[in-house]
């Protein structure tokens, strides 16, 4: 267990409303990463950080920005959501000395 | 073109069959490989590491070719519990550790 906690694990929201998900976790660890996850395309990386205020883009962060103001606390903002983001989106760390990467149990958000 | 690819399947075995998978991926520079065990409506979790000498770890075997660029993954005695989707991974080791998933490959294990 790499102590790492989403929230929420499940929400439906309206089209056009901002809406944060949050990763939260208990180990200090430096590297964090938002992925998203949907039939036919596997876990896509949205945006990852490599320290407090250190973010950059993955490959599909159109529409989303992302904060860590904290080592423990990762967000991933939908700044106006849109049915094309209705998405299982997993949080992941690597842990210090290590090469893996450990999940989150993932939010499934819907966008109606 | 996807930096990792792998076949969909899904692949249908009786219990106590011996399956494969394969992925190959296309970034010459990767530097760490895994394999992930995905269950249906749950997060992934790390099945295994893939070393360049191959490594075993009970009935899971995972082997690593780098000059054709690809890993494969072999369960032997196959359970009913491995019924699964299993991804291949790849880190390319540069300065922010970003890793690459592949779609992932469905084992479905029959009675």
């Known amino acids: 267990d790499a102590g790492i906690t989403q929230s929420p694990r499940h929400k439906v929201t309206e089209t056009g409303t901002p809406v944060t998900l949050r990763c939260h976790q208990t180990?200090?660890?430096?590297?964090m990463y938002w992925y998203r996850q949907d039939p036919g395309h596997g876990l896509r990386l949205i945006h990852y950080s490599y320290g407090v205020k250190d973010t950059d883009k993955g490959e599909v962060s159109d529409g989303y920005s992302v904060s860590r103001s904290k080592t423990e606390d990762f967000l991933l903002t939908l700044e106006s959501a849109t049915s094309s983001q209705t998405s299982v989106y997993f949080c992941?760390?690597?842990?210090?000395?290590?090469?893996?990467?450990?999940f989150g149990q993932g939010t499934r958000l819907t966008v109606v | 073109r996807k930096e990792v690819e792998q076949d969909p399947g899904p692949f249908n075995v009786p219990e106590g069959a011996t399956v494969a998978f394969n992925c190959t991926y296309s970034n010459s520079a990767s530097q760490s490989f895994f394999w992930y065990r995905q269950d249906c409506r749950k997060e992934p979790k790390l099945l295994m590491s893939v070393y360049s000498s191959g490594n075993e770890d009970g009935r899971f075997t995972a082997q690593l070719n780098r000059a054709s660029q690809y890993i494969s993954l072999l369960i032997r005695d196959s359970k009913l519990s491995d019924s699964a989707t299993y991804l291949c991974v790849v880190n390319l080791g540069d300065n922010f550790n970003k890793f690459y998933f592949g779609s992932g490959t469905k084992l479905n294990v029959k009675p």
């Open positions: 180990e200090n660890h430096r590297y």
């Open positions: 992941a760390i690597r842990t210090q000395g290590g090469t893996e990467a450990f």
